[in-house]
C-alpha cells in the first residue's frame, strides 16, 4: 500500500499504464494460436482431422409484461422456453411454460443433462482396432463447454434464467462485458463437471439484423410465430454460419465477435500456402546488401559483461535444479562463444544472430548441466517454445516464423520506441472518427468543439443534403486492400501488409533514401518484393491548443514540401493541384 501510495503521489492521483513488450517479435497467427486444437492437429501433420464444433443447443423465451406489486413499472417476465438440442445422431425439442412450477429451473436441469451427450459428441474420437467402436482421444487438446445459443437473448433473455432461479447448484464463472449485455455467460452445475456457454448468435452478423432477416438470409427459412418452431429453425441459420469458416480452420462457436472471426478469416489467408514440411529457410540479406546504421540487424556482438551475466543465470539455474555446476561454461569461455554467436547459426531455424534475433545457449540434454559440449546456440524465440515439451508444437511455432520473415508478414512488436510511436497515433487526429448514419434531407449537420480536454458533437440548425463520401476509409485509395487500384501509385497500384521492424532511422538523409526509393513505383511485384519497405514517418504539425476550434473539422493536414502531389502523383480523388 506504500508502494502504491507514492505512485499515485508522484503521477498525481492518476492511473498509468505500461506495457512491458516482449523480448523479441513473434509472428502474428491469431488463427493458429488462439485455437490450441488446430494448433495440436497443424503440429502433428493431422490437419485433416479438424473439425469445428457443431453440436450444440439453442433456444427461445416468451416473454410478457407483468404488473408485480411493489414495481411502478411492468416487469418482463419469462411465460414459456423451448430449446433444441442437435446431438450427432438426432435432434430433440423440449419446451416448458408457467403451468409448470419453476419451469425456468426445471428447463435449466434439462439442458445440463442432454449436454452430457453434447461434450461428447464434439469430442475427437479415433476406431479402436479390429471394431467399429470409437474411442475417445486425450492427446488433442480441447474446450469442452456446451453451446447454448440464442438470438439477441443476452441482453434480456440470459437474465431471465438466472433471475427466475432459486436454486444454488448454478454457477456463472465467468461472464465478460459490461453487466447490461454481456458477451457470453459461462454457467457451470454442482452435480458434475458440464459447464454451458450461453452466447449470442447475433453476435456472428450485423448489429442491426433482426431475427426473421437472419433465418431469411442466412438460413434460409421463413420466421414463425412458435418458439418451438423458432429455436428448431435457428439450426439452419447457425449450421450455415458455422459451414462458411470450416475452410479457413475456423471454429465458428469458440469466438464471440464477427470482427475476430474476420481477423481470423484474412490471417488464414495470408498463411493458405504453408506447410510445416517444407523449407523456409531464411535468405542472407544482410551481408549482400550494406546495413544501414542505427539498424539491429548487423550481427551480434558479444560483450564480456553480458556473457559474464549469462554465466551467472545458467548458474542460478542449475542450482535450482540441483545440478552440478563444477564443469558448467565460465568466463573464460567468452572468446569462444563470442566466435561461436558471430559465425554460427540457431540450431533449429536456421537463423544469424543479430541485435533483433538475440542468441542464448539451448542444451542438449535438458537433464544435464549447462556444460560446454552440451549446449548449442540458439535464438531466444526457439529456445522458448523448444522448453515446451511437445517438440512438434515447439517445430511448428519455429516454421511460422520463418515463413513469417521470408515472406514478411505481420509479427509482434518489441521495440518500445516503435510501439509508443504507434501507439500515440492509434488515437487522435486522422484516427478520430464518429461513425455514425447520415440520410439526405433527415440527418442534422453535426460539428465538433474542444471543450474540457474532450471532443462535443453538436447539431446545427442545417440537414444533410448530398452525401459525398460513404465513409471514413473512403477518403484513401489504399482502403481497397491488397487488390489493385489507379488509386494507388506505388508499389504496382497494390496495397501492402505491414511486417516485422526492419529498422528506426533518425538521419534524414538515411530516411529519404527509404522514401525515395526509385524501385516504389515499379510494377515489377518481384523487384518490389526485393528492394521496397514499407515506412511510417513523423509528419511536424502542430496547432496551440488555444487554435484547435478553428481546426477540428479540417480534413488531414497536407504539408506539401517536395511531395507532388498532382494527378499524374497521387490520383485523381487526392488531387490539390486545381
Not at 553480458?306 to 542460478?316: F, H, I
Not at 489504399?478 to 496495397?495: A, F, K
Request: net charge positive; proline share 4%; charged share 25%.
Amino acid at each position: 500500500m506504500d508502494t502504491h501510495m507514492k505512485e499515485c503521489q508522484q503521477n498525481n492521483g492518476q492511473i498509468k499504464k505500461y506495457i512491458t513488450l516482449e523480448k523479441f517479435p513473434k509472428p502474428f497467427v491469431p488463427h493458429i494460436t488462439s485455437n490450441k486444437t488446430y494448433r495440436y492437429l497443424l503440429a502433428h501433420n493431422r490437419e485433416s482431422e479438424y473439425k469445428a464444433t457443431q453440436y450444440y443447443i439453442t433456444f427461445r423465451f416468451q416473454t410478457e409484461l407483468q404488473k408485480i406489486r411493489g414495481y411502478q413499472y411492468p416487469i418482463l417476465t419469462p411465460t414459456a422456453i423451448a430449446s433444441t438440442i442437435k446431438a450427432k445422431n438426432y435432434i430433440k425439442t423440449i419446451s416448458f411454460d408457467k403451468t409448470q412450477d419453476n419451469f425456468v429451473e426445471k428447463w435449466l436441469d434439462q439442458v445440463f443433462s442432454e449436454a452430457l451427450q453434447i461434450r461428447d459428441d464434439n469430442k475427437y474420437a479415433e476406431p479402436q482396432s479390429g471394431t467399429v467402436n470409437l474411442r475417445f482421444s486425450d492427446d488433442v487438446p480441447q474446450r469442452y463447454e456446451v453451446h447454448v445459443i440464442g438470438f439477441d437473448c443476452l441482453k434480456s433473455a440470459t437474465t431471465l434464467i438466472f433471475k427466475n432461479i432459486k436454486s444454488m447448484k448454478y454457477e456463472i464463472i465467468d461472464r465478460p462485458g459490461s453487466r447490461c449485455c454481456p458477451i457470453h455467460m459461462i454457467v457451470k452445475s454442482t452435480d458434475n463437471s458440464i459447464h454451458l456457454k450461453f452466447i449470442d448468435a447475433k453476435n456472428y452478423v450485423s448489429a442491426n439484423m433482426e431475427l426473421d432477416d437472419f433465418l431469411r438470409d442466412i438460413g434460409k427459412v421463413e420466421l414463425s410465430n412458435d418458439i418451438i418452431r423458432q429455436s428448431q429453425l435457428l439450426l439452419s441459420a447457425i449450421d450455415n454460419r458455422i459451414n462458411d469458416y470450416i475452410p479457413y480452420h475456423i471454429d465458428l462457436l469458440q469466438n464471440t465477435s464477427l470482427a475476430k472471426l474476420s481477423c481470423l478469416k484474412k490471417y488464414a489467408f495470408a498463411y493458405k500456402n504453408f506447410n510445416i514440411s517444407s523449407c523456409y529457410d531464411p535468405i542472407d540479406t544482410h551481408f549482400v546488401v550494406k546495413p544501414l546504421q542505427r539498424c539491429n540487424t548487423k550481427p551480434y556482438d558479444l560483450t564480456l559483461e553480458y556473457w559474464k551475466t549469462k554465466v551467472n543465470s545458467y548458474n542460478e539455474q542449475d542450482k535450482r535444479k540441483k545440478r552440478r555446476i563444477d564443469h558448467n561454461i565460465q568466463y573464460d569461455d567468452y572468446e569462444y562463444f563470442h566466435d561461436v554467436f558471430l559465425t554460427q547459426r540457431c540450431h533449429m531455424c536456421q537463423a544469424r544472430f543479430t541485435y533483433d534475433n538475440q542468441p542464448t545457449l539451448d542444451r542438449i540434454d535438458n537433464n544435464k548441466s549447462h556444460t560446454k559440449t552440451n549446449v548449442l546456440p540458439c535464438c531466444l524465440y526457439c529456445n522458448k517454445y523448444a522448453s515446451n515439451k511437445d517438440k512438434e508444437t515447439a517445430r511448428l511455432m519455429i516454421q511460422l516464423r520463418k515463413y513469417c520473415e521470408l515472406y514478411s508478414l505481420p509479427m509482434t512488436i518489441s521495440n518500445q520506441e516503435v510501439y509508443d510511436s504507434l501507439r500515440n497515433d492509434m488515437v487522435g487526429g486522422n484516427s478520430f472518427v464518429i461513425h455514425r448514419e447520415n440520410i439526405a434531407g433527415k440527418t442534422q449537420i453535426h460539428k465538433f468543439k474542444l471543450q474540457d480536454n474532450e471532443v462535443i458533437s453538436y447539431e446545427l440548425p442545417h440537414t444533410v443534403e448530398n452525401i459525398i463520401c460513404l465513409d471514413f476509409n473512403s477518403f484513401y485509395g489504399s482502403c481497397m486492400s491488397s487488390e489493385q487500384h489507379p488509386l494507388i501509385p506505388y508499389t504496382n497500384h497494390r496495397m501492402y501488409m505491414p511486417g516485422g521492424v526492419k529498422y528506426i532511422i533518425h538521419d534524414q538523409e538515411q530516411a529519404k533514401q527509404f522514401i525515395f526509393n526509385k524501385h516504389r513505383f515499379s510494377s515489377d511485384e518481384d523487384i518490389i518484393n526485393k528492394n521496397v519497405h514499407l515506412f511510417i514517418t513523423k509528419v511536424k504539425a502542430h496547432i496551440p491548443n488555444e487554435y484547435i476550434n478553428e481546426f477540428i473539422n479540417f480534413p488531414v493536414i497536407w504539408r506539401n514540401l517536395k511531395i507532388i502531389t498532382d494527378k499524374d502523383t497521387v490520383g485523381e480523388s487526392l488531387s490539390f493541384s486545381d
